[in-house]
């Protein structure tokens, strides 16, 4: 069994801070993970963050993409080699997955706030309850 393992870091600017994107293709499974230098980062800072904080990374999406051989032909790879240097520094793909990142954080909150709404509204409604009961009492 033959595993295909293919990992990118492009780093930009992003108008405020220096910004890593790691793309992730393991065994037909793409992730995206974002990474925030802040200040400019030097060749060693990202090797460095690449030797160490690389496997500490958590890569969202694990949506199933469809993987391409390399064309043969050593003329054609160098072609597509110079086209991929021409694009956008920052993936349309990569986009994609940490939307649908956000969107899923999005969802998450939205969720725990209306959890914790609910909570804290039957919380004063007990206490609301247990105070009418109280004047009662006193007659």
């Not at 790691?22 to 499974?29: F, I, L, M, Q, Y």
């Not at 090797?47 to 064309?71: I, M, Q, Y």
């Not at 914790?116 to 039957?122: M, Q, T």
Request: proline share 3%; aromatic share 8%; glycine share 6%.
């Amino acid at each position: 069994m033959q595993i295909s393992v293919s990992s990118t870091l492009t780093v930009y600017h992003d108008g405020q801070f220096w910004v890593g994107l790691a793309e992730h293709v393991e065994d037909g499974r793409y992730g995206v993970a974002r990474i925030v230098f802040g200040a400019e980062p030097s060749d060693e800072e990202i090797l460095r963050f690449v030797a160490s904080e690389w496997e500490k990374l958590s890569f969202f999406g694990d949506k199933a993409t469809e993987t391409s051989k390399p064309a043969k032909n050593p003329k054609r790879r160098a072609r597509e080699a110079a086209k991929a240097l021409k694009r956008p520094a920052v993936s349309t793909k990569a986009q994609q997955a940490l939307a649908a990142q956000r969107e899923a954080m999005k969802r998450e909150s939205a969720q725990a706030r209306s959890q914790r709404r609910a909570d804290e509204a039957e919380t004063r409604f007990e206490q609301r309850k247990l105070k009418r009961k109280q004047k009662h009492r006193g007659h």
